[in-house]
C-alpha cells in the first residue's frame, strides 16, 4: 500500500471580482489545510480568482492583468502544498475557463473547460472557447485528472482522463443551488464513476452572488459509486480526503460525511446565505423591512435576523385606516420576539394629501387600484426615505406567487434593493414558516393561519383577486417552470377560465417583474436570469395558425 495523499477539498466564499482578497483568500487556506492536516494537495472551486460568475467584467483587460497578478502572487506563497485553482486564462486572443496546479513557485499544469454551459443562468459561450485536451498531473504517485463543473454532466471529458492515465478525477464547481440540485449532482458523479471507474473528488463553491447561492457539499466519491467524505452545506469548510492505492493497484479514498439536512432547511439556509452574502458584499451596515403582520414580511424579517443579527434589523409598521389591530399586534410580537428595532408610522395623513392634489384628476371616478396603490407607495417612499438617510437597504417582501401575477405594486411594495423571496411560491412561505418555528417559535402563529390580505380596501382577501395558492402555485409551476401551454394546463385538469386567467396575470406582468429587486434563485426556472421574456409581444394564447 502506498502512501497515502492527503487531499483537502477547499470549498470557499470568494467575492467576484476581488482578484487580490481571493488570492489572498487562497493563500491562507493553503496554510490553514497544511498546519490541520498536513495536506499534499488542495482543490479550490471554479473561477476561484475571480469569483463566479464574474459575467462582463471578464471583457475588461485589467481584469485579466489582475488575474495574471494573482497567479504570480500565488506562485510566490503557495509552498510545501500543491493546489489546484480555477481562474479566466487568455491564449493569443481567446478566452478559457482554466484551472492550474501550482506549487514551489511553479505552475505545473493548466486544463481548460470542454463543456461550455449556456442555458439557464449560464452564458460561459458569451466569454469564454472550449478547451479540447485532458490534463493529468502526479501527486506522491497517483494520477490526477482535472475537470471543470459543466465537464462532468457529459462522458467524453471524464474518459478522456481516464484514457490519458487519471486514477483520480477532480472536478472544480461553481454549482449554484435549487431545490433537489445536491441529489442530481451525486447521481451524475456516480454515473462518471460508472463509466470510467475513476474516483471523483467534487469540490464546490459556496455563498451568495446576486441572483445566485451556492450550496458547497463538496464531495469524494470512491471508484465502486459510494460518497465516502462530503463538507457541510452553506458553510467554508476545509474537508480531508485520504487517497492511497491498495496493494491490488485499486485506488481507495477515506474521510468523513456531514450531516445532510432536511429539503426545507436546505431552502432555508440557502436564502439565509444568499441574503447575508448580498448585505455583506455591498457592505451595506443594515436593513429595514416593512412589517405588515403578514407572513411575507413575517418570513423576510425571520431571514433577515437569522442572516445578520437583530442589531442590524428595522422593522416600521405603516397602517392605515383598513388596517386590522391584529395585524399591528402580531407584528409587534415578532418584533418582539426577534429583539427588532419596531416602529410605527400611521400613514393616513399622507395618503390623504395624496387624495386631496389628485381630487380634480379623480373627479368622477369610484375608488378602485389606484387608491390601493397610493397607500403601498405611500409605505415605499417612506421605507426609502429612511434607507437614504440611514444607510440601511430596504428589503422588498413579495413572493413568487404575487410576483408572477403582478400582484403588487410598482414603486410600492416592490421598492426596495433586495427581494429574498422573490423565487418562493406562496405555499413555500408557509412551509418555511413552519420549518422556522421547529427551531425555535419566531412567528405568532396567527400569522401563519389568518387568511392573506394586502389590507388596502375594507374586507379585502387576497383570494378575493386570485385562486386560492395551493391552486395558483400549481398553476404557475406548469405554466413558468414547465412551459406547458394553456391546452396542456387544461388537459391535466382544472378550471379552464382560471388557467386562462393565470397565464394572462403571467404574461401581462412581465414589464413589472423586469423593474424588480433581484432575489435568491431556488427553483429551476427563477424570473430573472432564468427566465426572459419580451414585454412587448403579440404571442397570445391560442394560436391564430389554426
Known amino acids: 500500500?502506498?502512501?497515502?495523499?492527503?487531499?483537502?477539498?477547499?470549498?470557499?466564499?470568494?467575492?467576484?471580482?476581488?482578484?487580490?482578497?481571493?488570492?489572498?483568500?487562497?493563500i491562507a487556506a493553503a496554510e490553514k489545510a497544511k498546519a490541520e492536516f498536513n495536506a499534499d494537495l488542495l482543490i479550490f472551486p471554479e473561477l476561484t480568482l475571480t469569483g463566479y460568475p464574474p459575467e462582463d467584467l471578464l471583457l475588461r483587460p485589467e481584469l485579466l492583468r489582475r488575474v495574471e497578478a494573482g497567479l504570480l502572487k500565488l506562485k510566490q506563497n503557495i509552498k510545501g502544498i500543491m493546489i489546484v485553482v480555477g481562474h479566466p486564462e487568455g491564449q493569443k486572443g481567446e478566452l478559457y475557463n482554466a484551472a492550474s496546479v501550482i506549487a514551489d513557485g511553479q505552475c505545473l499544469a493548466s486544463y481548460y473547460k470542454q463543456c461550455l454551459p449556456n442555458y439557464s443562468v449560464f452564458d460561459e459561450k458569451r466569454y469564454f472557447i472550449q478547451g479540447d485536451e485532458a490534463t493529468v498531473f502526479d501527486c506522491k504517485g497517483i494520477k490526477f485528472g482535472i475537470t471543470i463543473?459543466?465537464?462532468?454532466?457529459?462522458?467524453?471529458?471524464?474518459?478522456?482522463?481516464?484514457?490519458?492515465?487519471?486514477?483520480?478525477?477532480l472536478n472544480l464547481n461553481a454549482s449554484p443551488y435549487r431545490q433537489g440540485k445536491c441529489q442530481t449532482r451525486e447521481v451524475e458523479v456516480a454515473q462518471r464513476v460508472s463509466e470510467t471507474g475513476l474516483a471523483v473528488v467534487y469540490v464546490n463553491l459556496v455563498g451568495g452572488q446576486d441572483e445566485l447561492v451556492f450550496d458547497g457539499g463538496s464531495f469524494a466519491m470512491s471508484q465502486q459509486g459510494q460518497k465516502v467524505s462530503s463538507a457541510a452545506v452553506w458553510e467554508s469548510?476545509?474537508?480531508?480526503?485520504?487517497?492511497?492505492?491498495?496493494?491490488?493497484?485499486?485506488?481507495?479514498?477515506?474521510?468523513?460525511?456531514?450531516?445532510?439536512?432536511?429539503?426545507?432547511?436546505?431552502?432555508?439556509?440557502?436564502?439565509?446565505?444568499?441574503?447575508?452574502?448580498?448585505?455583506?458584499?455591498?457592505?451595506?451596515?443594515?436593513?429595514?423591512?416593512?412589517?405588515?403582520?403578514?407572513?411575507?414580511?413575517?418570513?423576510?424579517?425571520?431571514?433577515?435576523?437569522?442572516?445578520?443579527?437583530?442589531?442590524?434589523?428595522?422593522?416600521v409598521m405603516m397602517p392605515s385606516q383598513y388596517t386590522?389591530?391584529?395585524?399591528?399586534?402580531?407584528?409587534?410580537?415578532m418584533a418582539a420576539r426577534l429583539k427588532v428595532s419596531h416602529s410605527v408610522i400611521a400613514i393616513d395623513d399622507v395618503f390623504a394629501q395624496f387624495n386631496n392634489s389628485l381630487a380634480a384628476q379623480f373627479e368622477g371616478t369610484e375608488t378602485d387600484?389606484?387608491?390601493?396603490?397610493?397607500?403601498?407607495?405611500?409605505?415605499?417612499?417612506?421605507?426609502?426615505?429612511?434607507?437614504?438617510?440611514?444607510?440601511?437597504?430596504?428589503?422588498?417582501?413579495?413572493?413568487?406567487?404575487?410576483?408572477?401575477?403582478?400582484?403588487?405594486?410598482?414603486?410600492?411594495?416592490?421598492?426596495?434593493?433586495?427581494?429574498?423571496?422573490?423565487?418562493?411560491?406562496?405555499?413555500?412561505?408557509?412551509?418555511?414558516?413552519?420549518?422556522?418555528?421547529?427551531?425555535?417559535?419566531?412567528?405568532?402563529?396567527?400569522i401563519i393561519t389568518r387568511a392573506p390580505s394586502a389590507e388596502l380596501a375594507e374586507d379585502q382577501f387576497d383570494q378575493d383577486?386570485?385562486?386560492?395558492?395551493?391552486?395558483?402555485?400549481?398553476?404557475?409551476?406548469?405554466?413558468?417552470?414547465?412551459?406547458?401551454?394553456?391546452?396542456?394546463?387544461?388537459?391535466?385538469?382544472?378550471?379552464?377560465?382560471?388557467?386562462?386567467?393565470?397565464?394572462?396575470?403571467?404574461?401581462?406582468?412581465?414589464?413589472?417583474?423586469?423593474?424588480?429587486?433581484?432575489?435568491?434563485?431556488?427553483?429551476e426556472r427563477a424570473f430573472g436570469r432564468d427566465r426572459r421574456y419580451p414585454i412587448t409581444s403579440g404571442y397570445t394564447i391560442h394560436s391564430k395558425l389554426q
Open 1 to 26: 500500500m502506498s502512501e497515502p495523499v492527503c487531499l483537502v477539498m477547499g470549498q470557499i466564499n470568494p467575492l467576484v471580482g476581488d482578484i487580490a482578497g481571493n488570492v489572498d483568500m487562497i
Open 465 to 523: 383577486s386570485l385562486p386560492p395558492y395551493e391552486i395558483l402555485d400549481a398553476l404557475l409551476e406548469q405554466y413558468i417552470a414547465q412551459d406547458l401551454s394553456y391546452e396542456d394546463m387544461v388537459a391535466i385538469g382544472g378550471d379552464p377560465d382560471i388557467i386562462m386567467k393565470v397565464i394572462r396575470l403571467v404574461d401581462t406582468n412581465e414589464y413589472k417583474r423586469r423593474q424588480a429587486p433581484p432575489g435568491i434563485r431556488i427553483t
Open 149 to 169: 463543473c459543466e465537464d462532468i454532466w457529459f462522458t467524453a471529458p471524464a474518459s478522456q482522463a481516464a484514457d490519458s492515465g487519471a486514477e483520480v478525477l
Open 237 to 315: 469548510a476545509l474537508q480531508p480526503v485520504k487517497i492511497m492505492r491498495e496493494d491490488t493497484g485499486d485506488i481507495a479514498l477515506t474521510g468523513q460525511l456531514a450531516t445532510k439536512p432536511s429539503e426545507l432547511a436546505m431552502i432555508y439556509q440557502g436564502l439565509v446565505t444568499g441574503l447575508r452574502d448580498y448585505i455583506e458584499k455591498n457592505n451595506f451596515p443594515s436593513v429595514v423591512i416593512g412589517l405588515s403582520g403578514g407572513i411575507d414580511s413575517a418570513m423576510t424579517l425571520a431571514l433577515a435576523v437569522d442572516a445578520i443579527g437583530a442589531d442590524n434589523v428595522k422593522t
Open 369 to 446: 387600484t389606484a387608491e390601493e396603490n397610493i397607500q403601498a407607495r405611500c409605505r415605499g417612499v417612506l421605507l426609502m426615505a429612511i434607507s437614504n438617510k440611514t444607510g440601511a437597504m430596504v428589503l422588498s417582501t413579495g413572493n413568487k406567487s404575487e410576483m408572477a401575477v403582478g400582484y403588487s405594486t410598482l414603486y410600492g411594495d416592490m421598492a426596495g434593493g433586495y427581494s429574498p423571496l422573490k423565487d418562493v411560491y406562496k405555499t413555500l412561505v408557509y412551509q418555511l414558516a413552519e420549518y422556522r418555528n421547529t427551531c425555535s417559535e419566531v412567528i405568532p402563529t396567527r
Open 324 to 333: 386590522a389591530q391584529i395585524s399591528l399586534d402580531d407584528a409587534q410580537e
